[in-house]
T-cell receptor, first 110, second 113 residues
Framework: GENVEQHPSTLSVQEGDSAVIKCTYS??????FPWYKQELGKGPQLIID?????GEKKDQRIAVTLNKTAKHFSLHITETQPEDSAVYFC?????????FGQGTELSVKP | EAGVAQSPRYKIIEKRQSVAFWCNPI?????LYWYQQILGQGPKLLIQ????????DSQLPKDRFSAERLKGVDSTLKIQPAKLEDSAVYLC???????????FGPGTRLTVT
């Protein structure tokens, strides 16, 4: 089955810097790759997603890139702000099933 | 649009007791999921419903966990008897028909002592 590896597990940046989180997946049939942000005491919330027929997608300060050949995808957050501090999860979907990475705890220091 | 509702938000029980969680998905969402999220890990799918039928329950520990969605709307997840390792957040999610976004509820934090 699908396996998703996510790195790093923790990331600390200064406000205004960029943050990059990377994920690899194992199943080449996976075709949808969402990124979720989870704040303390809340459920995960979708922040951006990308489908397998697209290499890059951007939404304001957030971008995601996908390399199907290498089976990895990355989340890029530019101009980070303290409110970006949270746990971020990548996921890969094959059929209707989402497999999540282990999460990255992002801390943005003012 | 109201989000996915879950209750209770917190539950503390002793091992070997039973517990039930309730989920009300977004109106019109045919697909409903239950996930288990152990502290420091990503959510892991327990069971997926399409309307009131089970699509995938391969990761559900069926000797102690059960779930139902009788009328294709609300769902309940039950654990009986609970073990210490069941301590986790139980998340419910739903999505509309097709390859759309999964919307998550706030979760129920279960502590088994």
């Amino acid at each position: 089955g699908e396996n998703v590896e996510q790195h790093p597990s923790t990331l600390s940046v200064q406000e205004g810097d960029s943050a990059v989180i990377k994920c690899t997946y194992s199943d080449s049939a996976s075709n949808y790759f969402p990124w979720y942000k989870q704040e303390l005491g809340k459920g995960p919330q979708l922040i951006i997603d990308i489908r397998s027929n697209v290499g890059e997608k951007k939404d304001q300060r957030i971008a995601v890139t996908l390399n199907k050949t290498a089976k990895h995808f990355s989340l890029h957050i530019t101009e980070t702000q303290p409110e970006d501090s949270a746990v971020y999860f990548c996921a890969a979907r094959r059929g209707g099933k989402l497999i999540f990475g282990q999460g990255t705890e992002l801390s943005v220091k003012p | 649009e109201a989000g996915v509702a879950q209750s209770p938000r917190y539950k503390i029980i002793e091992k070997r007791q039973s517990v039930a969680f309730w989920c009300n998905p977004i109106s019109g969402h045919a697909t409903l999921y239950w996930y288990q999220q152990i502290l420091g890990q990503g959510p892991k799918l327990l069971i997926q419903f399409q309307n009131n039928g089970v699509v995938d329950d391969s990761q559900l520990p069926k000797d102690r966990f059960s779930a139902e969605r009788l009328k294709g709307v609300d769902s309940t997840l039950k654990i009986q008897p609970a073990k210490l390792e069941d301590s986790a957040v139980y998340l419910c999610a739903s999505n509309a028909p097709g390859p759309g976004e999964q919307y998550f509820g706030p979760g129920t934090r279960l502590t088994v002592t």
